[in-house]
């Protein structure tokens, strides 16, 4: 059964700290692994990722992923309260539909 | 430039009742979803459908049924609701291998 994991599931910071989230995942038909942002709406896409060991960058964010271990991660250097959120990260199964599995989702909490 | 239309935003229901929610959209996309969104539990895959008059189940089908007539709409059926389906339904949609998914906005419905 395809599962994607994510943690921490939640996490709580301070303005300027740096943050790292994890996402592992085991996905028959592995294509990419995207990051969205979801803010009490509709998730809104922040990258996609199918080639290994390339980072991934829109200004204080990036990305990587390891396809040989089956996981990727999402940095977000000087957090301000604006990235509080909840982050998913979803594998795409291309052999079924192109349906996107997704994860549990980590809260981010950033406090001034 | 609609994108991807969710009806109803939000929705009461008595146990037992039933409804359809509605997903259009405008960008001649071939694949659409049917997602649920409970707490900590990331987005989980209802149906979907890979063209018009074709579905398939998701991972959480049960309770739900599915029909895409038209290329560019595809409804979800509750035709008995019960609480256990209290939830964030959210539709999306993409081209066939197409990378990324377009998001509707949302629906919120409550089982009392």
């Known amino acids: 059964e395809d599962k994607v994991v994510q943690s921490p599931l939640s996490l709580v910071v301070h303005e300027g700290d740096t943050v790292t989230l994890n996402c592992s995942y085991e996905?028959?038909?592995?294509?990419?692994l995207l990051w969205y942002k979801q803010e009490k709406k509709a998730p809104t896409f922040l990258f996609m990722l199918?080639?290994?060991?390339i980072e991934k960058k829109s200004g204080r964010l990036s990305s990587i992923l390891d396809k040989k271990e089956l996981f990727s991660i999402l940095n977000i250097t000087a957090t301000q309260t604006g990235d509080s959120a909840v982050y998913l990260c979803?594998?795409?199964?291309?052999?079924?539909?192109?349906?996107?599995?997704f994860g549990q989702g980590t809260e981010l909490s950033v406090k001034p | 430039n609609a994108g991807v239309t969710q009806t109803p935003k939000f929705r009461v229901l008595k146990t037992g009742q039933s409804m359809t929610l509605l997903c259009a959209q405008d960008?001649?996309?071939?694949?659409m979803y049917w997602y649920r969104q409970d707490p900590g539990m990331g987005l989980r895959l209802i149906h979907y459908?890979?063209?018009?008059?074709?579905?398939a189940k998701g991972e959480v089908p049960d309770g739900y049924n599915v029909s895409r007539l038209k290329k560019q709409n595809f409804l979800l059926g509750l035709e008995s609701a019960a609480p256990s389906q209290t939830s964030v339904y959210f539709c999306?949609?993409?081209?066939?291998?197409?990378?990324?998914?377009?998001f509707g906005s949302g629906t919120r419905l409550t089982v009392v």
């Open positions: 979803a594998a795409l199964n291309y052999n079924q539909g192109g349906k996107l599995i």
């Open positions: 996905v028959t038909n592995f294509r990419s």
């Open positions: 459908s890979v063209g018009e008059g074709t579905t």
């Open positions: 960008m001649n996309h071939e694949y």
């Open positions: 199918t080639s290994s060991g």
């Open positions: 999306a949609s993409q081209h066939a291998g197409g990378f990324g998914y377009t």
